[in-house]
Structure formats: C-alpha cells, structure tokens
C-alpha cells in the first residue's frame, strides 16, 4: 500500500459531512444526524471543511445550481450520495467513506471526461424544468454558495431511489475529478464572556451576530458565508433585479449600489439572498435582503409553494386526524415535542451553544425511537432549566424579534410563537415549557382531536398551515435587524416550509 493510500485511509477513518435538507426530507436528514452521531462524524458547516456531501431528501431542480456551487467549492477528495429514503442512510455513508478511501476511484475519476453538455449548474438554470410552481430564478444562486462557472463533473454518487444524478444534474459516478475549491472558513467563532455555559460563539455583547464570525454578510470579503455552508462567492440573478442592470462581479456576485440607509447617510446597497441551503436554516426557505453595511434594509420571502413535497414530517399525525384516521393523543404530543426540540436544536446551535443543541437534538431522536416517558421526562426537565435559566443566553437573544400576541393573532400566528408573546428568549422559554408538558403526555391514549391538540407550529389547518403565517411574519422582523440577529429570529419561529405544499393522505400514511 503505498503512502496515498495510507493517508487517504487515515482521512476517511472520520470524514467531515456537508448536510443539506431538500425539501420534504426531514425524515431522511433526521436518520442522518443520528447516523453521524452514532459514528462521531463531524458535520461540516462549510464547504471548504467538507469530505462528503450529504443530501437528504427527493431530488429537486431548483436546489441544483446551489448544490453544485457547494460541490465546487469542496476540496478533493470527496465524495457525493443522495438519500431518498432513511433506511439507505448506513449503506451510502458507507459508500461516501469508500470513496474517499480509494486513491484508485479518485484517479479514473480523474480521467473521466466531463459532461459539458449536460445539464449545468451555472447561468443556464433558468432554461430547465424546476419544481413545480416554483420561479426558475431561485434555481440560480439562492443558496449564495460559489460560482457561476457549470456543474460538478465526475464526482462519486451513489443515490437512493433516484438513479445517478449528481449535484449539479448531472449523471455519473465516481469520485471527483478537478481541483477543490474551497470557499470561505467562517473564521472564529468565539464569544467572549460566554464559554463558562459552553458557548462557541453567538451573538455578542452587542447582540449583533449569532454567528456573525462564520456568517459573514458584512459587505466585505466576497460576501463569505450565510453561516453554515459557506464559499459565497456568487449571488448571480439578483444584480438585474435590484437596479444594477446586469452588471455583475466576476464569480456572479451582485455589484452593490448606493442608496440612502434610514439615517439619510448614503452607503452600499448588497442584494443577498438567505437560503435554500444553509445550516440550520428551515430547509428550502428563501428570503431575499438589502443591506447596508450589517443592517438588513428591505426583506421579502422567496416564492413558497412547492408542487411536488407532500409530507410534512413534522404535521403527519393531525393530517391523518384530520382524515379520520384514528391517532392518539399521546403518539401526537411525541412528534410535537420532538419537533419542538429539533426547533430548539437549531436555534441553540445558530446561537452559538453547540453542546446543548446535541442535548437536544438526542432528547429528539429518543423521542422519535418511542422512548417511555419515564426514562425521558427527568432528562428533559434537566435541559429545560440549564436553557431557560441560561443568563448568558438571555442577553445573547434579548429584544430581538419582539412580537406581542396581538401581531401574532392579526398575522394569523397560533401555537407557542402567538403565546410567547415577546422576544426570541420568550419563544425558546414557550417551547421549552411545552416539551415538557408534551412528555408528560405521552402515555395518553386519547383519540386525537386536531382541533383542541395544535400541531407543532400552531393549529392545523390544510388550507393555511401554521407555518404560512410564521413565514409572514419573517419579513417585517428582520427590517432593521443586524444579519446575526436576523438567523436568531429566523430559528426562534423556525417555519416547516414541507407544510407549505398541499399534504396529502397518501403522503401522510407513508
């Protein structure tokens, strides 16, 4: 065995996992993490850190562009597998991990000709087919992550359910076959004053910046990193939109422009959009913003309707309840609960608490895995208080995104975000008292009435679901706000974009 193969082997023993979440794929993503976790596989929060990446979920055209600028910007080795289904999730890491340890797959990749006449992941977005209902323009660089050059060519696949279809839409296997790319590191993350909670990061003394150090969208430094996958380095289609003609920066980042910020002070005006795919991020939301300087002038939801994702993972028992389908109280509160505390998971990891967002996110997961409530209930208790009483997390998060219960009620707005009534701390401190009520439920064998029991995001209703008025609500919250205050509101309602497509029963029994 010669040196190459020693050490590829030896970097393939613990390879470093890029997660992206299409739409509908919570199920699969939430059997990835506990898959990496039983293996103590590292999640990557930027491309340039990454080995393998990861998609959970179905295929979607509009996620492509995104997908292979992230691919681009990971370095070699590395290796790419989709997950359709969770059962697939062991035997494609496994393959993901083979990839990466064979000198020999990466080199006939490496001669492998690429696919110039395939389907590109670049400018030409807007001529193929994206999701249905869908503009073909989100397809294009909503993610923010990379370049505007084509799509990944000869990199390794294996896929579930979908035949081999790469990153970038195109179809081949193997490993990767021209030079990494590495995009932007984030930087550090640290947060002074906070550490002594087990905090690393978060948004500041002055609340500016839940992940500011790794986020990045300060203007500067080729707009790095949306926090999470990072390599920003294009945001083509949005300099036409904005009144910079299409005059664009090389890489496809958009050319800022001068305008007045809401001091009558004249500064750069940068066009970025958040989403679809960043870390910790409700997986397929876009919002659009206008910045100036770190101060977020103008916000507006990307297109939210999906023709083809019709599992909301999270909602599934109040729509086979809402069929007739006979389901129980306490089977109910145990999906409630757990996505209550995936919601949790995400907002303490945005915040920069890493080690209680793995609290929480095992708390979930032992829940789903039908876990008694006795075994349970002390444990979640325990995390209740060490979150709720944190001090150092009360200033991090205080006075952002405030939100009275009289808005929530006239925005349509029900469940934990409508009660809260208050701030980011008032929202984490709701769901934190109902995971705890919820686990005390869980032996009830009650028929479930969707109307008197809320789904997870407020009351059900399939024709607006709860998560339609928290996704409205997002655009007048983040006006004003600072980027890294903006991620803290964004977690703090955390809207399931899955119950934005019409769910149906089939999808719900499945």
């Known amino acids: 065995m010669g040196l190459t193969a020693v050490l590829m082997r030896a970097a393939a023993a613990r390879p470093r996992v890029l997660l992206v979440t299409s739409r509908g794929g919570t199920a699969v993503r939430l059997a990835v993490e506990a898959e990496l976790r039983s ?29 292979g600028r992230l691919w681009q910007d990971m370095p070699q080795p590395r290796a790419y597998v989709r997950a359709t289904t969770a059962d697939d999730v062991p035997a494609l890491l496994d393959a993901g991990r083979a990839c990466l340890s064979s000198p020999d797959r990466q080199r006939a990749e490496a001669r492998t000709p690429g696919c110039e006449d395939e389907e590109p992941s670049g400018r030409d977005d807007e001529h193929r087919e994206g999701c249905e209902g869908e503009h073909r323009e989100e397809g294009r660089a909503e993610s923010g992550h990379g370049r505007s050059g084509g799509g990944p060519r000869g990199q390794v696949h294996r896929e579930s359910g979908s035949g081999d279809l790469g990153p970038g839409g195109e179809h081949r296997s193997g490993c990767a076959d021209h030079e990494g790319h590495e995009g932007s590191s984030g930087g550090d993350r640290r947060s002074g004053g906070a550490d002594h909670e087990g905090f690393h990061g978060g948004p500041g003394g002055e ?3 839940a992940d500011a150090d790794h986020q990045g969208h300060h203007g500067h430094d080729g707009h790095q990193g949306h926090h999470g996958h990072g390599g920003h380095q294009g945001h083509q289609g949005h300099g036409g939109h904005h009144g910079s003609g299409d005059m664009e920066m090389p890489g496809g980042v958009p050319m800022a422009e001068p305008g007045e910020d809401r001091d009558g002070l004249t500064l750069d005006r940068l066009h970025l959009p958040l989403g679809p795919v960043l870390a910790d991020w409700p997986a397929g939301l876009v919002v659009r913003v206008v910045l100036q300087g770190d101060v ?34 306490g089977e109910a509160v145990r999906r409630r609960a757990a996505a209550r505390l995936d919601s949790l998971g995400r907002l303490l990891s945005v915040a920069g608490w890493p080690a209680e967002a793995v609290t929480a996110r095992r708390l979930r997961d032992d829940l789903l895995e039908e876990a008694p409530s006795s075994v349970l209930l002390s444990r979640a208790e325990r995390f209740a208080r060490r979150v709720g009483r944190s001090r150092t997390l009360y200033w991090l998060t205080r006075g952002i995104g405030p939100v009275s219960t009289a808005d929530a009620r006239a925005a349509g707005v029900s469940g934990p975000a409508a009660r ?66 903006a991620r803290l509101v964004v977690a703090s309602l955390d809207p399931d974009p899955d119950e934005l497509s019409a769910p149906s029963l089939e999808a719900a029994r499945g």
């Open 207 to 209: 609340r500016r910046n």
């Open 420 to 485: 809260a009534g208050g701030d980011v701390p008032a929202r984490y401190r709701q769901w934190l008292t109902e995971v705890r009520d919820d686990v005390r439920a869980l032996d009830s064998t009650a028929p479930l009435d969707p109307v008197a029991w809320e789904s997870p995001r407020g009351r059900w209703d399939a024709e607006r679901p709860p998560s339609a008025a928290l996704a409205g609500l997002l655009p007048g919250l983040l006006v004003g706000a600072e980027l890294g205050a």
């Open 39 to 67: 293996r103590d596989w590292p999640l990557a929060s930027t491309p340039a850190g990454a080995d393998v990446m990861v998609v959970a979920g179905p295929d979607c055209p509009r996620l492509r562009s995104a997908l």
């Open 296 to 329: 977020i002038q103008q916000a507006d939801l990307g297109e939210l309707s999906a023709g083809r994702v019709t599992d909301p993972f999270w909602a599934r028992p109040w729509i086979l309840a809402s069929a007739g389908e006979p389901v129980a109280v």
